[in-house]
């Protein structure tokens, strides 16, 4: 359900599933992680984590393990590490921007 | 344990899922649902919140399927279902319960709904056309068309509520207070 260009802004929820998940969890820890995370600010909801999740196995950014627990684990791949290293890249950018062209606004 | 049944007619599932959390507001928490048939059994008031989510499949299909049990695992409950829809309720003391959490997934709900909604709206029209030449069908060419009528008003809102929700994502994410 979350959908973008292979060079395009990760969406929030795409961006810190891909954080939390460099250690391998299950959607509650998702959650827990974001939330813990952002102080509250970022929540994943059910249906959205879901769809994410779903979205990004397709993409090939991460993968379920095939593990013999109740709850399903999914961990980052190599091709999801890329696109993290690649926003992180971008969202720098964009921060040294704003800080160049708003100086004149921190007083 | 106290239960009641209510008979009850929704065109619309946001005025359903309001009613529902407004009966547990009253102590009556939704334990099962048939076809206008809903089934209430007495709790502590406010015990849960209530969600209803439409599927892209039918419960029985295996998406469905993985989308429910990962519901479960996130502390959400799989009420009932009826067709494609689904009674969902989270404890409140588990805390707040969205089902989504961005403009992208809420968008691709919208699209869901707007499609249900116009394909069974176009079914309708059919029935009603079908039924013009025959004299014995007039009372039920009237409850089609208030049933058309109906389905009309709601397609129009949730078409107005997804052109809010593309236009918000155009300009931005969307807060978590929201």
């Known amino acids: 359900m979350t959908q973008q260009s292979s060079t395009g802004a990760l969406t929030e929820a795409v961006y810190y599933i891909l954080l939390s998940l460099q250690v391998s969890r299950h959607g509650y820890g998702m959650m827990q992680f974001v939330q813990e995370l952002s102080n509250g600010r970022v929540q994943l909801a059910p249906g959205t984590l879901y769809g994410a999740l779903s979205s990004l196995v397709e993409r090939g950014w991460i993968q379920a393990l095939d593990g013999t627990g109740r709850k399903k684990e999914y961990e980052i ?31 | 344990m106290k239960t009641k049944t209510v008979y009850r007619i929704f065109v619309d599932y946001e005025k359903e899922e309001k ?7 009253t102590g009556w928490a939704l334990e099962s649902f048939r076809l206008m048939r809903y089934v209430f059994k007495q709790v502590e008031p406010g015990s849960y919140t209530y969600r209803i989510e439409l599927l892209s499949n039918l419960p029985s299909h295996p998406e469905s399927k993985a989308y429910m049990a990962f519901l479960n695992e996130v502390d959400v409950e799989v009420v009932d279902t009826s067709y494609r829809w689904i009674f969902l309720r989270k404890r409140t003391s ?21 499609q249900l909604y116009g394909a069974v709206l176009a079914a309708n029209f059919v029935v009603i056309v079908a039924n013009l030449s025959n ?38 994410e969307m807060k978590s207070s929201d």
Not at chain 2, 146 to 151: C, K, T, Y
Not at chain 2, 160 to 169: F, N, S, V, W
């Open chain 2, 94 to 114: 588990d805390g707040p319960f969205q089902l989504y959490s961005d403009f992208d997934s809420m968008i691709q709900r919208e699209k869901r709904i707007i």
């Open chain 2, 135 to 172: 004299p014995f069908a007039q009372w039920t060419i009237l409850l089609n068309v208030v049933v058309v009528a109906m389905l009309a008003y709601a397609v129009q809102h949730h078409t107005r509520k997804m052109r809010t929700l593309k236009g918000l994502k155009a300009i931005g």
């Open chain 1, 77 to 107: 791949t190599e091709a999801g590490r890329e696109a993290l290293r690649s926003e992180l890249r971008r969202l720098e950018e964009l921060v040294r921007h704003g800080h160049e062209w708003t100086k004149e606004l921190d007083t």
């Open chain 2, 19 to 25: 009613w529902l959390n407004e009966m547990v507001q």
